[in-house]
């Protein structure tokens, strides 16, 4: 399943990736796994991020943070209630035909930043599977630069088939990503609208 990609960004490595020239490993830290994707079998366009951070992990919900913009983002997109419960909101997603998941299946991760993931770690996600059982997919976005390129350098290689899939990077709704503004990511972010789904 080829991809259409206009160009590869690059992760940022972590202060000591950048003083020593490569990626200092700690077998130590604990290995951290991905939450269950919310998907119905009619989804059309895919949500990746690269891993949740720790505040998701912990209540096992996408994007728990309160800081993080995902789901201000998506509730203006939609025009959804700003005080809708977890899984309303997941209902309003599925209905609107929108899945999200993760590129990694597993990590260890020194803090909830990306640059802070271990590439030794890695083990990616099943989407082989994933896309043969959401064959409606017409899209895959992606939040923020490093989950593009953790889809592009683990997953695309291994995915084979004739389909062509727009890949699109979104800028990231963490707030570590202060580059932009609120507005300039709910405008970025209507891409998610340009495919199958509907507000």
Excluded at 126 to 139: G, K, L, N, S, V
């Amino acid at each position: 399943m080829p991809f259409a990609t206009d160009r590869v960004v690059r992760a940022a490595p972590t202060r000591a990736a950048r003083a020593t020239g490569r990626w200092p490993e700690n077998d130590s830290l604990p290995t951290i796994y991905c939450l269950q994707p919310i998907a119905s079998a009619d989804a059309r366009v895919l949500i990746l991020g690269s891993m949740p951070g720790a505040a998701s992990l912990r209540a096992g919900q996408y994007y728990a943070h309160p800081r993080n913009a995902f789901w201000t983002i998506l509730e203006t997109l939609l025009d959804l209630p700003r005080d809708l419960s977890y899984e309303q909101r997941v209902a309003a997603l599925q209905a609107r035909y929108i899945a999200v998941w993760d590129v990694l299946a597993a990590c260890r991760r020194r803090s909830s930043l990306d640059a802070d993931i271990e590439p030794r770690s890695i083990r990616v996600n099943d989407f082989a599977q994933f896309f043969a059982t959401h064959q409606a997919i017409e899209r895959v976005c992606c939040n923020g630069a490093a989950a593009a390129t953790l889809f592009r350098r683990h997953v695309v290689p291994r995915l084979r088939g004739n389909r062509t899939l727009p890949l699109v990077r979104l800028p990231s709704t963490s707030p570590a990503h202060a580059a932009l503004t609120l507005a300039a990511k709910v405008e970025a972010w209507r891409a998610i609208l340009q495919s199958g789904s509907r507000p």
